[in-house]
């Protein structure tokens, strides 16, 4: 009786342990996508159909690296806290650093444009965002940032830290990003 529950138990642990990998990787829909010029693309060219989303914004691809949250987790969860003017008050960000997300695409140009759920596009230099403290925020203040908040992703940096953009203004943090372009 003891023995038999025992194996119970045993299989029971086995197949949760087995089965964790395995949901991480099959139940993580992609949150950022970075499309253009990418060397190490890991999804199919852009599809009219499937990618409707993306064909609403005009969006199209040959190549492209999608990037769950555990994808993007995995680069590596860097912290930055920031405050900008018209926040009422600071925030404490996580998420890789955006240079390492271009480095996992293979991303291989001059120009990086992010662009939102919203439309909203924020174009940049691919040298001004090599920073330590420009992250790709997936998190703030503990929270996964979600679609309809600010989410799922925000890119961050402390003000003054990236050339060419005003220190006084969080105009170039784009909130809502769904899609990175590399020219
Ligand atoms: N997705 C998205 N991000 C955005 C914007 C936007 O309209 N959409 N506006 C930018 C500008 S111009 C500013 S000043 C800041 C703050 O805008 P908010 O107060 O409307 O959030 O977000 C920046 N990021
Ligand atoms: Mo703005």
């Known amino acids: ?15 949760l342990v087995l089965a964790v990998p395995a949901a991480v990787a099959a ?9 253009g010029a990418v060397a190490k693309p890991n999804r199919p060219a852009f599809d ?8 609403f914004h005009n969006i ?47 991303a291989a140009g001059g120009s990086v444009t992010t662009t939102a759920l919203d439309g ?7 040298a001004a965002l090599q920073g330590d403290e420009v ?12 679609v309809g908040g600010r989410g799922p992703a925000w890119l961050v940096f402390p003000p003054g830290t990236v050339p060419g953009q005003a220190a006084d203004t969080d105009s170039g943090l784009a909130w809502a990003v769904f899609h990175i372009k590399v020219e």
């Open 1 to 15: 009786m003891l023995a038999k529950v025992m194996a119970r138990l045993a299989a029971a642990l086995v197949a």
């Open 27 to 35: 139940d993580s829909a992609a949150i950022v996508t970075v499309t």
């Open 48 to 55: 009219a159909f499937g990618d409707g989303f993306f064909n």
């Open 60 to 106: 199209t691809f040959s190549k492209a690296h999608a990037f769950t949250r555990p994808e993007l987790e995995a680069l590596g969860m860097q912290s930055v806290t920031l405050r900008y003017g018209n926040w009422p008050a600071a925030i404490s960000f996580r998420g890789p650093r955006l240079r390492d997300v271009l480095a996992a695409a293979g």
């Open 120 to 126: 909203y596009a924020a174009a940049f230099s691919a």
């Open 135 to 146: 992250l790709l925020a997936i998190e703030a203040d503990g929270q996964p940032l979600a």
